[in-house]
Nanobody, 118 residues
Framework: QVQLVESGGGLVQPGGSLRLSCVAS????????MRWYRQAPGKQREFGAA???????EYGEFEKGRFTISRDGAKNTLYLQMNNLKPEDTAVYYC????????????WGQGTQVTVST
């Protein structure tokens, strides 16, 4: 089992920045990819960004350049740096970790609320 704990969310004004963290613990040796998702009120959860163990990354719905995914392998921690935040970025942000073999297994954090508002 893998446990994921997110932190770093909160209330921020438009144009502000936040850095989310996700600490992984437990049986993490088989984790091959970690991702950030978000779910806005009344909307489906959407894929934002992913990073592999070799630090290759890809971006889905998150705007590359405004959002940056990174990780610290030594600390078993995933990060999401969010800059120039907009009201439409308001959502619950979730950390995901996945084992890809022998079968795909996904683990989820509890989520952290990000609210962008004046």
């Amino acid at each position: 089992q893998v446990q994921l704990v997110e932190s770093g969310g909160g209330l921020v004004q438009p144009g502000g920045s936040l850095r989310l963290s996700c600490v992984a613990s437990g049986s993490i040796e088989n984790i091959e990819v970690m991702r950030w998702y978000r779910q806005a009120p009344g909307k489906q959860r959407e894929f934002g960004a992913a990073i592999l163990n070799n630090d290759d990354s890809e971006y889905g719905e998150f705007e590359k350049g405004r959002f940056t995914i990174s990780r610290d392998g030594a600390k078993n921690t995933l990060y999401l740096q969010m800059n120039n935040l907009k009201p439409e970025d308001t959502a619950v942000y979730y950390c995901n970790a996945a084992e890809l073999s022998p079968i795909i297994t996904n683990y989820w954090g509890q989520g952290t609320q990000v609210t962008v508002s004046t």
